[in-house]
């Protein structure tokens, strides 16, 4: 949206802004709610505005009682500026429920989508604090929809929360202009270099596989820095 490389990004973000793209390509006015700006498309220029309410976040979220009402209120204040009628968010987290009682108290719409199988497995629940725990159940048990992205993560939610969910393939662009290889050179893994992806499995099949060329692509989290220079 910043049409910048400042800050991070992963799947989840992607994969929302494709959706968006789609979205208003059928007409729908879209926004994207951040935690330093909020995003406005401007048909005029064919480029996002972006609309500046101050606030506090810091880059260390939730890390003191003070700091986390602050957090719900800026994202309360967020929500109300763009006033849509359907809210959609994408990973677990104590945002889920925030943005499920905003919806619930507002009379607006709250889409919830699957972004991992942490946010099924119960593992996301068992290794976050408390306050993420409880706002992450409440905000999954009052989504109006939840979307999954595999049939998988439908048998875990229904198994390990007893809630139904629809399954979506993920849609993603295929640019025009592909330069095909006839022969493959590499085995390739992209993604975060998280513990949730697993990479180290992906370092144990190279390590099987001598003569093939085996390539990572990939970044860290803010939090995760140690673990990315491990890996």
Not at 48 to 59: C, I
Request: proline share 3%; with cysteine; glycine share 8%.
């Amino acid at each position: 949206l910043s049409n910048n490389k400042d800050g991070r990004y992963g799947g989840a973000e992607v994969k929302l802004f494709l959706l968006s793209e789609a979205l208003r390509g059928l007409g729908y006015e879209i926004f994207f709610i951040t935690n330093k700006f909020v995003g406005q498309f401007n048909k005029k220029d064919n480029n996002w505005l972006k609309k500046g309410l101050s606030n506090n976040y810091k880059g260390k979220r939730f890390q003191s009682k003070i700091q986390f009402f602050v957090n719900i209120y800026n994202s309360w204040r967020e929500l109300s500026y763009v006033d849509a009628d359907a809210y959609f968010q994408r990973a677990p987290g104590a945002m889920t429920g925030i943005i499920a009682l905003f919806c619930k108290m507002k009379g607006k719409s709250f889409f919830y989508m699957v972004a991992s199988s942490q946010d099924v497995d119960r593992s996301y629940i068992k290794n976050t604090g408390m306050k993420n725990q409880v706002l992450y159940k409440y905000g999954l048990r009052n989504a109006d929809c939840i979307f999954v992205q595999t049939k998988d993560f439908k048998k875990l939610l229904y198994n390990n929360h007893k809630l139904e969910s629809y399954f979506i393939r993920d849609g993603i662009h295929i640019p025009k202009k592909i330069k095909l290889y006839h022969e493959k050179i590499y085995i390739t893994f992209i993604g975060g270099m998280r513990p949730v992806k697993n990479p180290e499995i992906f370092i144990s099949l190279a390590k099987k596989i001598p003569n093939s060329k085996f390539l990572m692509i990939g970044g860290p989290l803010a939090n995760q820095k140690k673990y990315y220079s491990t890996i």
